[in-house]
């Protein structure tokens, strides 16, 4: 490393450091049993890749299977655990850890300016949760499995004679109490851990959107943990609080479940919509437009979450007013929303936007989610949703959420921080192609599935009318660019790390304090604590040729914060 | 493999920093444990309340709840007193008096457990089965929930218990007591609502 003339002789020499996080110590003990929240966030994006690769499969197989109507490749029987195990899989065990738990943990600590979490302990705790929730979920599999879809209503999930609910809802338990356990400490780190200077506002707004996410972690799912342990006890004594025979109610399994299952939904978004808010404004240099709306956006956000989850219910009975006021909430969460889209849009416009592969993933969240958000104003109103109810149309929609804008802002994510994480930089060119076959794949894939539902095709089904067939092979064909896609995003990574260039500290010009960091990040993140500014003032960036790197010059920035201070 | 770390600590030399942390950990932690019971009582109430009740509540020969959760209850309220003293002993750096105290929860505390066991034993006695009906099932389903929460706090006050008892608390440094305390008066209140409750849903058929 060459010298170069920055007041701040800390933050160059940990980033002239050798030692780094994934060479501090070796062997599989030191991984499996680290307190080093770098190392955990790293164990848990591995672990959440491959359970995606799982999940991933299952849907290729029941895409597959929807090929032609009646039998294709298997059973309906089969077919019916097929759709639950990509369903339970893909939201449990992928979307709602990977990027609280897995980048999150990575990166929270760093950009905030802590040597790590609050509670180290407890992070690794929350890690071997998952685990062991993932565990139970295989072990499901060899039980026999599980056909109730991955919302386990009742009385279906308390009477089906498949053999593996049980372990699976003690699965999905334990997985929610790995979730909360990260929220508590999310939590507790932003509040306790902040340096000086880091004051609320001066936070990234990935910090405010983990922020808000764990706030729902920690409200929400203690009551997916009580509805499944109810379950667990209805099913093995065949009586209880759901069971109507007994003067239950199988309705009020509906209300637990997606008074949890709703805001499990921002769980997946919002900290998407946080990686989306840091993309955009690094990689257009441009000072993010409407900080504060954005930040209390996703505080808006979360707290609307609690009171929208009626909308999923507009069938099962519930009284027209009940319905009428889920349907006027339901609306509401839009407006959180559009403020976010408008403030990247307007980000973006005037920015100098460089079309790196992390951009290329935040353009198509904001194409894929604007889609998403926009068919859920159908699924909001009354009249259309009689109509569009457990068809799929509703598939669609929700996948163009949780897969198009979630696991999407994800993978984004990753690039934006894959040389941080690694200290290698990957093949721009194979990402980007990787990121358009995606695109190209999803739309393919789900755009199909609005056509379906709206003529009536309903969700979960084996079978089919012959006139459905086009719109199924498309989709299926779709599915399987779409898996070419990832495949190729793979194929970027493992060449990445095993023959990418070295990464510098700061590849796309970022000032947040990650980028202040080596890339990989020492042992113990700071040497001292870190010099707090403003996290989207691009204008102390400065390209440096001799290092191919972005230097944050930091007696501009002090320049700055001085004259902001004076009027 | 070099050594595994120790322990990892981001606050450092900031000891009175981290043991805010615990204690802001320990809140959220309640806010959970009171988010599972808020939902149980909710769907309690909306099975007792249902007013197209597909089955009798209660029947009229099945057996009120026992008096013995009166007298647990007050067990309760006692170990939460006892807990509170001992606190106030180490802030007045009376070690010997907060053991004391510390051990006089935990014994109470087992106390309420067996009492527990008591009421399920007399319930089962006179032939209320969880099968029986909704009454029945909630009695044991939410009584059963309430005890393991407290099996983790038992397990909690034990370790504090003895290292009272060692002497480790000073009157600088107590925050174990703290964190229990947060958790086993919230325990305490929690089963003052979920009893009362219980009790008057248990009133007519
Ligand atoms: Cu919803």
């Known amino acids: 490393m060459t010298t170069i003339d920055t007041p701040r002789q800390d933050v160059l020499d940990s980033t002239a450091s050798t030692d780094n996080y994934l060479t501090h110590t070796r062997g599989f003990l030191s991984w499996i049993l680290t307190l080093d929240h770098k190392r955990i966030g790293v164990m848990y994006t591995v672990s959440v890749l491959v359970s995606f690769l799982v999940g991933g499969m299952f849907a290729l197989l029941l895409r597959t299977e929807l090929l032609t109507p009646g039998r294709t490749i298997c059973s309906a029987e089969a077919y019916n655990q097929f759709f639950t195990l990509h369903g339970a899989i893909m939201v449990f065990l992928v979307i709602i850890p990977s990027i ?41 599999l060899a039980a026999g499995g599980f056909d109730t879809g991955w919302t386990f209503y009742t009385p279906y999930s308390t009477t089906t004679t498949t053999g593996g609910v049980i372990p699976v809802l003690i699965g999905v338990f334990i997985l929610g109490f790995s979730s909360i356990f990260t929220g508590l400490n999310f939590i507790v780190t932003v509040h306790k851990l902040r340096p000086p200077g880091m004051t609320w506002f001066k936070m990234p707004l990935f910090l405010w959107a983990l922020y808000s996410t764990a706030i729902i972690q920690v409200l929400a799912t203690p009551v997916l943990a009580i509805t499944l342990c109810l379950l667990i006890v209805e099913r093995v004594l065949n009586v209880g609080i759901f069971n109507p025979s007994m003067g239950g109610d199988p309705v009020l399994y509906q209300h637990f479940f997606w008074f949890y299952s709703h805001p499990a939904v921002y769980i997946m978004i919002v900290p998407a919509m946080g990686i989306i808010s840091e993309i955009i404004a690094v990689h257009s240099h441009r000072q993010i437009f409407g900080y504060r709306f ?81 068919t859920g104003i159908h699924c909001a109103t009354l009249n259309t949703d009689v109509h569009l109810h457990d068809t799929y149309f509703v598939v669609a ?6 897969m198009g804008s979630a696991l999407i802002g994800m993978i984004g994510g ?67 660019i779409l898996a070419i896609g990832f495949f190729t995003s793979a194929v970027c990574f493992i060449q990445s790390l095993m023959s990418g260039a070295k990464a510098p500290s700061n590849p796309w010009g970022g000032v947040s304090l990650e980028w202040q960091c080596a890339s990989p990040p020492p042992h113990d993140n700071f040497k001292t604590t870190p010099h707090v500014g403003n996290c989207y003032d691009f204008s102390v960036v400065r390209w440096d040729e001799a290092t191919k790197n972005y230097i944050v010059d930091h007696k501009a920035e002090l320049a700055h914060s001085t004259s902001e201070g004076s009027h | 493999m070099k050594s595994l770390e120790p322990s990892r600590d981001a606050f450092g030399s900031d000891s009175a920093g981290r043991d805010r942390a615990a204690r802001q950990g320990m809140w959220v932690f309640v806010i959970v444990v009171s988010v599972v019971f808020a939902a149980t009582i909710l769907g309690y109430l909306v099975v007792r309340l249902n007013p197209h009740m597909t089955a009798p509540w209660r029947a009229g020969n099945v057996a009120d709840l026992p008096f013995t959760l009166l007298i647990s209850t007050g067990v309760l309220i006692a170990s939460s007193v006892t807990l509170h003293t001992s606190l106030k002993r180490v802030r007045r750096a009376d070690q010997v008096g907060c053991a004391r105290f510390a051990i006089a929860t935990y014994w ?25 009906n909704l009454y029945a099932w909630t009695f044991y389903v939410l009584t059963a929930l309430h005890v393991i929460h407290i099996l983790g706090g038992l397990f909690a006050l034990g370790i504090v218990a003895r290292r009272a008892g060692e002497q480790k608390y000073t009157q600088a440094s107590h925050n174990g007591i703290v964190l ?23 009133r007519s058929a």
């Open chain 1, 100 to 140: 609280p738990a897995a980048l999150g943990n990575f990166v929270l600590p760093i950009m905030l300016g802590a040597k790590d979490v609050a509670f180290p302990r407890l992070n690794l705790f929350s890690y071997f949760l998952w685990l062991g929730g993932a565990g139970f979920t295989l072990y499901s």
């Open chain 1, 294 to 374: 954005i930040a209390f956006s996703s505080i808006a956000i979360a707290m609307f979450s609690f009171i929208v989850w009626g909308h999923h219910m507009f069938m099962s009975g519930q009284s027209g007013l009940m319905n009428t006021i889920f349907s006027f909430i339901s609306f509401s969460v839009a407006i959180p929303s559009a403020v976010k889209t408008f403030n990247w849009t307007m980000t973006l416009y005037k920015g100098t936007i460089s079309l790196t592969a992390p951009m290329m993933y935040a353009l198509s969240f904001l194409f894929l989610f604007t889609i998403g958000g926009l």
């Open chain 1, 397 to 402: 929609h929700f996948h163009y959420v949780m």
């Open chain 1, 414 to 480: 990753l690039h934006h921080w894959w040389p941080k994480m690694t200290g290698k930089m990957y093949n721009e060119k194979i990402a980007i192609t990787a990121c358009i076959i995606v695109f190209i794949g999803f739309n393919m894939t789900f755009f199909t599935q609005f056509m379906l539902g709206s003529q009536g095709m309903p969700r979960r089904y084996y079978d089919y009318q012959p006139e459905f067939q086009i719109y199924h092979v498309i989709s299926t064909i779709g599915s399987y």
């Open chain 2, 108 to 132: 109470l505390g087992v106390a309420f457990v067996l009492l527990q066991g008591e009421a399920w034993w007399s319930m089962w006695r006179q032939k209320v089965v969880i099968e029986e």
């Open chain 2, 180 to 202: 229990c305390g947060i958790y086993w008066h919230s325990l305490d209140v929690i089963w003052l609502v979920l009893y009362a409750t219980l009790w008057i849903g248990s």
